[in-house]
């Protein structure tokens, strides 16, 4: 049986494989960017595992060995562009409006389709670099209310008393916090053990004391990606959950836990774009995603053993 | 219909109409500190909401920087109205009335959601446009001040009108006038998170000053007196105090005469709009 498939398999890739010089389409194509939640710990990545309140199970360790778990992990991404070498230029569209605003992504770790976004309509041609926002800037905010994404009773991603939306919110716990927590979404209020991260702050206002906490980021691939009609790519980004509190500034869980302001989230937000990175790319032949799936479930081609490999050995 | 209905609030006690009363112009007639669900006490005075239209910040601190957004500083906050928006979106959306009224008014909504509840109520709002007082009616050449009342708006313009300028009588910044010397309250400061905004709280419009008492972002004074008192005799040296008010000679404050404070007084009554407070749209 699993010689069979093996054959079936086999025929289908070079199958793909000698169709692609055939199919160069001109008209836009999908791309899908996986945002993958992540802990990375001595250069191994495992998925994030999350805890519920009140869990005395410490998961992770921040730089100052200071044990801790996560129970919500959520970010907002937005004005997402790609660029290619040849010039390849596309703009994810930004609208801000009660029926719908566009543009602005929510990822959130407990709901997993929420960690795809697909960018429609993209010209065809090669891309190798991706820009995004994390965070919601002044359009998001200065035209007063808004749906969708932006729309806070869903999001809860607003700040009401200071306008403006969370760009990262980390709640977790730790036994070394020792005083209470306030405006908490996953914890009880008082929380002893909280560790609250309400990172935001879009008033990018020179000469002014208002503090910026948005992080504008770009990532190079390591190959170029073909968008057309017949091709789906999909781009792999990771997000290093545990560089949120280690980078340019180590964050101590002893004090200043209970962040709810923009300038109280400076630290974590100055560590905000090392924790993003490029991963991988799905070069996107058609269906190949569903060969990668079949690959990870049964074996791997080139390395012919059973389970996914690790490498992207998949011919493109 | 929504800013009277205490729907919004999480025990259905509370209204916007609560503490922003018409009679008053929209503030609290009765608390210095007004109170929410289960008689908690809030930490700032309600100011009069008339003319929001026309503001570019709003609240005391300017955090809110567009009128959509001031609602659920109410809804939301535990000492106010203590719900959330999500409840309130609920209890709309299965009322017998709200949908139909709101698909009214918004063709292409299915589902009353946040961004149509902060509309309808950002509307109301606007519409709540105070323009017709007796000084009003004096500019346009329709109506005549009493010679005290002339003479105030002249002692008006010369002590009072930096701040409090234009036609809204506000500047629309934020000004420390010399209330306190420590502050509890750290005003535009919990905003931009800098000291020299510390104990700032912004300029408010003096339209209808005459029925908006208590006065300040603490409702600490009880009449206009009081008010004039305070700028005349009572302002308190700090770092961010305004510099209209730290004087030329040592001296704080703006020094008035009894017969000064009754003319300013005179003059500020004729800001009352009594065909807005009796109009029957609100």
């Known amino acids: ?5 093996f054959f079936l398999l086999a025929f289908l890739a070079f199958g793909f494989a000698s169709c692609e010089k055939e199919s160069e389409s001109k008209e836009p194509g999908t791309i899908d960017i996986n945002f993958d939640n992540v802990a990375i710990v001595n250069g191994t990545q495992t998925q994030l595992s999350m805890a519920t309140a009140g869990s005395t199970t410490y998961t992770y360790t921040n730089g100052m060995s200071q044990t801790f778990n996560v129970t919500l992990l959520r ?13 390849e230029y596309f703009k994810d569209e930004v609208s801000v409006s009660a029926a719908g605003s566009k543009g602005y992504y929510l990822i959130d770790e407990s709901k997993s389709a929420s960690q795809y976004v697909t960018l429609n309509d993209v010209p065809a041609g090669e891309y190798n670099k991706l820009t995004f926002t994390v965070g919601v800037d002044s359009t998001g905010v200065v035209d007063g209310a808004a749906g969708g994404m932006l729309d806070p009773a869903t999001n809860k991603m607003f700040w009401n008393w200071n306008s403006g939306y969370i760009a990262v919110k980390f709640e977790g716990q730790s036994p070394v916090s020792n005083s209470g927590i306030t405006g908490s979404e996953s914890l009880a209020a008082g929380a002893a053990n909280g560790i609250v991260y309400h990172v935001g702050g879009w008033k990018n206002q020179p000469g002014t004391a208002f503090v910026y906490n948005n992080k504008r980021l770009s990532f190079t691939f390591d190959t170029n990606v073909k968008v057309d009609k017949d091709r789906n790519p999909e781009v792999h980004m990771v997000f290093d959950m545990l560089k949120l509190f280690k980078g340019t500034k180590t964050i101590d869980f002893t004090g200043n836990h209970n962040v709810h302001k923009p300038a109280d989230g400076v630290d974590v937000a100055n560590n905000i774009p ?25 074996f791997c081609f080139s390395c012919l053993h059973k389970g996914r490999c690790g490498n992207q050995h998949l011919p493109v | 219909m929504l800013f009277n209905d205490p729907l919004l609030s999480r025990d259905q006690s509370v209204a916007c109409s609560n503490c922003h009363a018409k009679g008053t112009a929209f503030t609290d007639p009765q608390h210095a500190l007004s109170l929410g669900v289960n008689e908690r006490q809030g930490t700032r005075n309600a100011p009069s909401i008339a003319n929001m239209a026309f503001m570019k910040e709003f609240m005391w601190d300017g955090g809110v920087i567009h009128l959509d957004f001031a609602p659920p500083n109410a809804i939301e906050n535990p000492l106010e109205m203590d719900e959330t928006l999500e409840a309130v979106l609920r209890k709309l959306n299965r009322h017998g009335s709200y949908p139909g009224l709101f698909k009214k008014a918004f063709p292409e909504l299915d589902t009353i959601t946040t961004p149509y509840l902060l509309y309808a109520l950002s509307q109301y709002q606007a519409m709540l446009v105070s323009a017709s007082s007796a000084y009003d009616q004096y500019q346009l050449g329709k109506g005549s001040l009493t010679e005290e009342e002339r003479q105030g708006l002249d002692l008006f313009k010369a002590k009072c009108a930096t701040c409090h300028s234009g036609a809204l009588f506000t500047n629309q910044d934020y000004a420390n006038n010399g209330l306190d010397t420590v502050f509890p309250d750290l005003g535009r400061a919990r905003i931009t998170e800098s000291d020299a905004d510390l104990g700032k709280f912004k300029v408010p419009s003096l339209r209808n000053v005459a ?18 008192d305070h700028y005349a005799a009572g302002v308190k040296s700090s770092p961010t105090l305004a510099r209209e008010l730290s004087g ?22 004729t800001l009352t709009d009594y065909a807005f407070l009796l109009d029957p749209r609100f």
């Not at chain 1, 049986?1 to 498939?5: D, E, G, I, V």
């Not at chain 1, 970010?75 to 010039?87: K, Q, V």
């Not at chain 2, 300040?216 to 004039?228: A, I, Q």
């Open chain 1, 75 to 87: 970010y907002f991404i937005s004005a997402i562009e790609l660029t290619g070498p040849n010039g």
């Open chain 2, 248 to 269: 030329g000679k040592g001296q704080l404050g703006i020094p008035l005469t009894s017969q000064e404070k009754r003319q300013l007084i005179a003059f500020l009554k």
């Open chain 2, 211 to 228: 029925l908006t008492a208590p006065y300040m972002h603490d409702g600490r004074f009880k009449t206009l007196e009081n008010v004039l």
């Open chain 1, 1 to 5: 049986m699993k010689n069979k498939l």
């Open chain 1, 274 to 298: 090392a924790a993003f990175a490029f991963d991988h790319a799905f070069k996107g032949i058609t269906n190949e995603k569903k060969l990668d799936h079949l690959r990870g479930v049964f």
